[in-house]
């Protein structure tokens, strides 16, 4: 029998402490009195939210986990694989994934983390269905997105304006009907010294000197190209098109790392696809990074955007820069938000 991987259920979690833009520009008022104005018209952001300062990212993804398990009808101890996409972990070494685990109670669970920035959240998807594809002892695979990376970045730092903190998760299973269907990648490591934290690892490990000069920090050093999102998410959705088998037409929903709002627009323009094929949550929620995704497919799951039958496109871009696509036919979702 073939074996699919199908997401079967999903949940996010979105913490309860708003920020809004409004105290934006007032915490930068002295220094950059017109960045927060600036950013705000150029990407739709309106607020973010934050979770208390002594919860770690494993916190947020948490709560998201056991949502999408509730949705799934299944126990901690159903998970056969975890996997964690995040590019602001509790750790450098051990995997956020095994600390997942521990807080989760999923005790026959193996883990993993996968690293590539917003592009982590479909790169988990596929990796998942590979799994669940050639192994047939696994039943379930819990994938995870979860972003705080307001807290890795300097108090005088601006760009604070796109970090929220927040988690958004899926539960796959193994079926004989797709379920998935295929998926891409793309990259260009020459952009990797323009946004990032840049030593405590082996480059640089963690000094004083690096610590008070500030490079343990999130930094945005050089901004990327429009043309790399704007370019590189349609080029990655007529890839998976054609290595998919279907048309850009028979696509239902198709959803970007939520960043900009503009971008998704003149991208959907470009595919010649109308804006109601695509989700947004950057309004309300801010950057949420490697969870955006997992966030935007939970939300339009609640809102009755994806329906069983339906073609659903994922499309991560993210710091490096990396990203990464991938395809799902949805063949059933629990009715109802997380």
Request: glycine share 10%.
């Given at each position: ?26 915490r ?68 956020t ?17 996968i ?39 300097a ?55 690096s ?6 920090q ?72 490697s ?9 339009a ?11 659903v ?26």
């Amino acid at each position: 029998m073939n074996r699919f991987g199908q997401i079967i259920a999903t949940g996010s979690y979105l913490p309860e402490i708003e920020v809004s833009n409004d105290a934006l520009r007032r915490r930068f008022s002295d220094d950059f009195p017109d960045f927060i104005d600036s950013m705000e018209a150029s990407t739709g952001i309106k607020r973010r939210w934050y979770a208390p300062d002594d919860w770690a990212t494993s916190d947020l993804a948490l709560r998201a986990a056991e949502r999408a398990l509730a949705r799934a009808g299944r126990s901690p101890e159903e998970i056969d694989l975890i996997i964690v996409g995040t590019d602001s972990p509790d750790y450098i070494t051990p995997a956020t994934s095994v600390v997942l685990q521990h807080k989760l109670g999923a005790g026959n669970a193996g883990t993993f983390d996968i690293g590539c920035a917003c592009a982590s959240f479909p790169t988990g998807l596929a990796t998942a269905a590979g799994w669940l594809s050639t192994n047939p002892s696994l039943r379930t695979v819990l994938v995870v997105g979860v972003y705080m990376m307001r807290k890795l970045a300097a108090a005088d730092d601006p760009t604070v304006f796109f970090y929220g903190d927040g988690a958004g998760a899926a539960v796959l299973e193994a079926a004989s009907n797709p379920g998935f269907v295929v998926a891409a990648t793309q990259a260009d490591g020459s952009y990797h010294g323009n946004w990032g934290i840049y030593s405590g690892g082996t480059f640089e490990p963690a000094s004083v000197e690096s610590v008070e000069a500030g490079r343990t920090q999130v930094r945005l050093v050089e901004r990327y190209p429009p043309e790399i999102n704007h370019e590189g998410w349609p080029r990655l959705v007529r890839r998976l098109a054609s290595e998919g088998g279907f048309s850009l037409d028979e696509i239902d929903l198709v959803l970007f790392t939520q960043v900009r709002k503009p971008s998704i627009e003149l991208v959907m323009e470009n595919l010649g696809l109308p804006l109601e094929r695509t989700h947004t949550i950057m309004e309300e929620c801010g950057y949420t990074g490697s969870a955006c995704l997992a966030m935007a497919l939970d939300d339009a799951v609640g809102r009755g955007r994806v329906k069983p039958g339906n073609l659903v496109v994922l499309i991560g871009s993210g710091v490096g820069y990396n990203q990464a696509g991938c395809a799902f036919r949805v063949q059933r979702l629990p009715e109802g938000k997380s």
